[in-house]
């Protein structure tokens, strides 16, 4: 196998740290000939080993181009899994990222894709496609929200073509609506200096910031919680109160400013809804939320306490509470652009049922 230097200090570099990728979120991949070799699903950037990557046949993989797929959403994604999975180099074992046909497409040596709160709380704004061509013009390219899977991978491959015929070259960034975006580049350097460079111009017009100063709180709750009867007895249970979470939990009137998740892995690691309630009616407004929903909220906001975090283990439970405080964030940088746009029920509703997600946390919960 060649060595993948390259890829592995791109991947550790940016997946060690928090403010670009959480828990099991984003991917990289290097192309070296006919060969691309991208991040496996499930693994995590921060501790990649070579291992974690999955070899693939770009050959075989830009066959799929030709192929008409179902109509069905549900019938589409299995058959698009299929030819993923056999577009591998013959051993391979791994399970390719979803995102595998869009690393290819993009023109250059080395991609990388990442969910950072920063840039997502433009992502995920009301004025976003309006400020990215403002003030980033022919730096970047935007998709606005689409499915992912096979539609995602389809539209960009349209975009790309698109820019690229009018500029002369493919482009190098791509943002995409309600979920991250797309570096690539040949080299390292190169590659650095477009991270640096987008997430730079987002940061000066940033006013508003989260604020997570602690605050007193009381976590006696976690008692009422374990004695709930959706509470699984060897769910794990994480707690954490901070001025960002208490002006959530401590609404008054109206509607919580956190309803719906921002971005997929908003889904898969912290649950499509939080549970919003009070001590006297927790129980009630648990059940009432496994009835309406049926499974059991993952971050649960408490009027005078903060949140709770659920989990099947220790590891998701952390999982969840990170996920959320994210978007926590996000709503606060949401608010420079204009302010929040949510995910629409449609959707959250694909992700929820999407088994390449229940894939995913399935993998993450090893």
Known sequence: MPKLDALLQMSRHYGSNSDYVLAGGG?????????????????????????????????????????????DSARRESEVLA?????????????????TALHDLMEYRLVLHLHPALLNGLTCSLNNRSWVEKNLGEEAV??????????????????????????????QTLLIENHGV???????????????????????????????TPVPSRRDIE??????????????IVFDANRGIRALSDYSGGEPEIRFPFTPDHIVYCGPYPLYTNE?????????FVQTHGFPPKAILVRDAGLFALGKNEKMAL???????????ILAYSKNFGGPRFMTPEDIDFIIHWEVENYRVKATQK
């Not at 993923?84 to 979803?98: F, H």
């Not at 992912?148 to 991978?153: F, K």
């Not at 006297?280 to 009432?288: A, G, I, Q, V």
Request: aromatic residues 8%.
């Open 27 to 71: 991917n990289t991949s290097l192309k070296i000939d006919d060969i691309l070799f991208v991040k496996a699903s499930g693994t995590t950037l921060a501790t990649i080993e070579e291992d974690g990557f999955v070899a693939i046949d770009r050959h075989r993989l830009q066959q799929m181009w030709k192929k008409q797929y179902s109509p």
């Open 83 to 99: 030819d993923l999975m056999a577009s591998r180099i013959e051993g391979q074992t791994g399970r390719p990222s979803v995102e």
């Open 142 to 171: 935007w998709l606005d929200a689409t499915k992912p899977g096979y539609l995602l991978a389809a539209a960009c491959r349209t975009l790309l073509e698109t820019a690229k015929a009018r500029s002369g070259k493919c482009p």
């Open 182 to 212: 797309f570096f690539a580049a040949d080299h390292l350097d190169d590659m650095a200096v477009l991270v640096d460079g987008l997430m730079g111009k987002i940061r000066k017009a940033v006013n508003i910031h989260p604020d997570f």
């Open 223 to 236: 008692p009422i919680l374990r004695q709930i009867h959706a509470v699984s007895p060897d769910t794990s």
């Open 280 to 288: 006297d009616r927790l129980t009630e407004d648990f059940r009432k």
């Open 319 to 329: 999982l969840s509470r990170d996920l959320f405080l994210d978007e926590i964030k």
